[in-house]
């Protein structure tokens, strides 16, 4: 059975309440690299001893390097580990489902340009023995929540483009997806931002921002709330 983008549960329960009243603004600003990514590099608490990333059959292990001590053989608690975990460079054809085949849910509308045929995975989540572990980044200006993103990594098998919107009935609610996403064939970083309308409908903007030379920010993956 497919799931619809909107629907699935892990990207929901990774940026929180679905419902939460955020404003989103998509961004697709700067410059988009080269070549595509072979892994993912980031920062996970110091707890976290490994990293696994999972995309179908195919397992990959990372490597995790603790907080190194200061000149005094100290370290500091709230420094953080980091990881590098490399990305399988062709996914099983089981792992892939065609773009279209994502909403083939009753009541689903598209408005979408592009390579409907391009078939993707999506990995939103890592492994570990901790538990899983997401990349989801919480805005807050005087104690309120005013944004919540998530990065994941889009696999597409060719070079294409996604640009507009899905809207699917969700949870009694319709949902809205929104896509500017300018993939290479492999691997490809997304940023997912969550949000409302001021309808109250969901929304949900994927995007593949543009970075020079690697992330602007270490990603920071922590155990999902």
């Given at each position: 059975?497919?799931?619809?983008?909107t629907?699935?549960?892990?990207?929901?329960?990774?940026?929180s309440?679905?419902?939460?009243?955020?404003?989103?603004?998509?961004?697709?600003?700067?410059?988009?690299?080269?070549?595509?990514?072979?892994?993912?590099?980031?920062?996970?608490?110091?707890?976290?001893?490994?990293?696994?990333?999972?995309?179908?059959?195919l397992?990959s292990?990372?490597?995790?390097?603790?907080?190194a001590?200061?000149?005094?053989?100290?370290?500091?608690?709230?420094?953080?580990?980091?990881?590098?975990?490399?990305?399988?460079?062709?996914?099983?054809?089981?792992?892939?489902?065609?773009?279209?085949?994502?909403?083939?849910?009753?009541?689903?509308?598209?408005?979408?340009?592009?390579?409907?045929?391009?078939?993707?995975?999506?990995?939103?989540?890592?492994?570990?023995?901790?538990?899983?572990?997401?990349?989801?980044?919480?805005?807050?200006?005087?104690?309120?929540?005013?944004?919540?993103?998530?990065?994941?990594?889009?696999?597409?098998?060719?070079?294409?483009?996604?640009?507009?919107?899905?809207?699917?009935?969700?949870?009694?609610?319709?949902q809205?997806?929104?896509?500017?996403?300018?993939?290479?064939?492999?691997?490809?970083?997304?940023?997912?931002?969550?949000?409302?309308?001021?309808?109250?409908a969901?929304?949900?903007?994927?995007?593949?921002?543009?970075?020079?030379?690697?992330?602007?920010?270490?990603?920071?993956?922590?155990?999902?709330?």
């Amino acid at each position: 059975m497919k799931y619809p983008l909107t629907a699935l549960p892990l990207v929901c329960a990774a940026l929180s309440a679905c419902t939460s009243p955020l404003t989103v603004t998509p961004t697709t600003g700067g410059q988009q690299p080269a070549a595509p990514v072979t892994r993912i590099e980031g920062q996970v608490p110091p707890r976290v001893v490994d990293v696994t990333a999972q995309v179908g059959n195919l397992r990959s292990a990372g490597t995790v390097t603790p907080p190194a001590p200061d000149a005094n053989g100290t370290v500091n608690p709230s420094a953080l580990a980091t990881f590098a975990v490399p990305l399988p460079s062709a996914p099983e054809d089981a792992a892939l489902t065609r773009f279209y085949e994502l909403f083939s849910a009753p009541n689903c509308k598209q408005a979408v340009t592009g390579n409907l045929l391009a078939r993707l995975h999506l990995l939103s989540v890592l492994g570990s023995t901790n538990g899983p572990l997401v990349s989801v980044n919480a805005t807050q200006q005087g104690g309120v929540t005013t944004g919540r993103t998530q990065v994941a990594y889009l696999y597409a098998d060719r070079s294409t483009y996604l640009r507009g919107t899905v809207t699917c009935p969700v949870a009694g609610a319709q949902q809205l997806t929104g896509f500017e996403l300018n993939v290479q064939a492999g691997w490809n970083r997304v940023v997912i931002s969550q949000g409302v309308d001021g309808a109250g409908a969901g929304r949900l903007y994927a995007t593949a921002p543009r970075v020079t030379g690697g992330n602007a920010a270490p990603e920071v993956w922590s155990t999902a709330p």
